[in-house]
């Protein structure tokens, strides 16, 4: 890594940059380094207002189930509006938001914040309370977020759902979290498509269990057909007409619970991850702040969903906390070409961009096939910084998008982070570090990320590893909900006597530099489009599927556009099929884990057998599999499998 070129920071950026320079950098390092609670006490002072100060920070009484600020008392959507309304902010513009069909609208902090109170105070007339979860089955929209602040500002829990997973995975959420409220839309408008919402919080409920839930809020956005339930259902508008534009703020403690969200891990359901108010909100605007260099005249986009963490933090949260002012769009970047990025940034006039490796990677290939969607027919000259999250961005992906949308003169901050980590953990700064492409470069100042081996001993620059963080940090996971066991055993497992946070990722450090290069999960976790997917989960939707399969097993392999691929390897109840009956089979498979998981689920290669490889005690030989997927000759060691002719069965396409 350390032979590939380094891109110094842009001298002009640097002298100006919130962190300048390298040295700037360190001084920050060291002084957590000398006085690791005393750093994050001052940021927490400096970038969350408080209604009662804190007198503790770190409380690790209970380990590994950290506090932070734990007696002081805040409101997340105060910090995030109110205070920007108090510092004369009210007129600016928080959001920019462009519908699918184009339209555009804007929403100062003043008219955020009185519809954020409206929303609240709508909440509030159907008895949500204080603790109380909210799940948000919306797509994008201005809605969306002042659901999540309404949410923040009377105390509730929420928990967005991706737009995209199915009846099933919502009503597991619902379940799971206990949830009184849905808050979703009659449909949803993605390129140029109307696709249905409300109905499939219908059929999650019908699918029975969702026993907690009392109301289902609906914002009307296409004026689509949908059934009513009288005695549950309320129109959103109907509901915050008339209602106050204000409303007093719910102060919570520092430790209660801002939102869970479920992510996918390596065995069982999806877990929800449960963040607390005030650390997560400090990370949130700190790393928005010195990882954007965000200042206040910055017009900043991250294109992720609210549904995804990303949309959490560098939407929902961490943009307003700072007074910024943002894009937020509904469609999709191919809609209605695949320039369509590129023209919002110049129409917008977006300086802070901040999307995923398989976007880029998508619209590369979609630029050299057609010219006209070509990035350089927009003037993107009002770019001063990019972004990537999600995935790891490989060198080619880096140097198109440093070149053809940075125009050679815009640092990209790499960013590894989490679900869990509930902002940036390894991260470039723009003002300060030099950049490698494909390396996420060094640690945000203050997080103590380390590569070590099995037994948690350090392992030296230039050997590859397991990612962990040394020591807890203010944004960081609180426990798994309802599950505080999967939690310890999850991230702070006995392997590492519960010291370390493990993140389930491998890693390596240059020799030279101490940049850190992620090498992929090393749990059973793919990454697909930068969503994360546990192969068990698809594994048992796919056997869910009584009537046909009788064992299946999940692995990734690597696709240039989607960084990793779901690949099945399925045994039929009836005989191996060929041919039609097994492209129809395929299809009705791939239709089925899309029904029960979400579209972002479906195998995109399903391979029939006989049987899978196993070893003679009968576990299934996943390495081999993964060399099959990849097409590539099996060189391993068989001699421990039962039926090598197996392999060959299964590498063969239909
Ligand atoms: O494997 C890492 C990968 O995405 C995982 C986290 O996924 P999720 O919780 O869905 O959050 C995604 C958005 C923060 C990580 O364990 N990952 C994330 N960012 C990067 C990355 N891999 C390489 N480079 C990154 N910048």
Partial sequence: MSELATYLPPASLAASAHVSGMEAYQRLCAEAEADYEGYWARLAREFVEWKTPFTQVLDSSQAPFFRWFADGELNVSYNCLDRQVAAGLGAKTAIIFEADDGQVTTVSYEELLARTCRMANALKSLGVKKGDRVVIYMS?????????????RI???????????????????????GAVLVITADEQLRG????PLKSIVD????????????????YRRTGGQIAWHADRDRWLHELTEGQPSTCEPEWVGAEHPLFL???????????????????????????????????????????ADIGWVTGHTYIA??????????????????????????????????????????????????????DAVHPRHSDLSSLRILGSVGEPINPAAWEWYHQHIGGGRCPIVDTFWQTETGGHMITP?????????????????????????????????????????????????RTIWGDPERFKKSYYPADFQGRY?????????????GYFTITGRIDDVLNVSGHRMGTMEIESALVGCTELVAEAAVVGRPDDTTGEAICAFVVLKRPRPSGDEAKAIAKQLRDWVGKEIGPIAKPKDIRFGDNLPKTRSGKIMRRLLRSVAKGEAVTQDTSTLENPAILEQLGQAY
């Fill in 140 to 152: 994008m929209s201005v809605e969306g977020v002042v659901a999540m602040q309404a949410c923040a």
């Fill in 155 to 177: 105390g509730a829990t929420h928990s967005v759902v991706f737009g995209g997973f199915s009846a099933q995975s919502l009503r597991d959420r619902i379940e799971d979290a």
């Fill in 192 to 195: 140029g498509k109307q696709l």
């Fill in 203 to 218: 059929d999650a409920i019908a699918l029975g269990g969702c026993d907690s839930l009392r109301q289902v809020v609906v």
């Fill in 261 to 303: 969200l479920y992510t996918s891990g390596s065995t069982g359901k999806p877990k929800g991850v449960q963040h607390a108010s005030g650390g997560y909100l400090l990370h949130a605007a700190l790393t928005t702040k010195w990882t954007f260099d965000l200042k206040p005249d910055d017009v900043f986009w991250c294109t």
């Fill in 317 to 370: 949260y961490g943009p307003l906390a700072l007074g910024a002012t943002e894009v937020v769009f509904e469609g999709v970047p191919t809609y209605p070409d695949a320039a369509r990025f590129w023209k919002m940034i110049e129409r917008h006039k977006v300086s802070v961009f901040y999307t995923a490796p398989t976007a880029i990677r998508s619209l590369i290939k979609a630029a050299e096939s057609n």
């Fill in 429 to 477: 700064l723009p003002g300060a570090t030099p950049l490698v492409p494909g390396s996420c470069t060094l640690p945000f100042p203050g997080i103590q990320a380390a590569i070590v081996d099995e037994t948690g001993k350090d392992v030296p620059n230039g050997q590859g590893g397991i990612l962990v963080v040394k020591k807890p940090w203010p944004s960081m996971i």
């Fill in 501 to 513: 946070y493990l993140a389930g990722d491998g890693a390596i450090r240059d020799e030279k530099t």
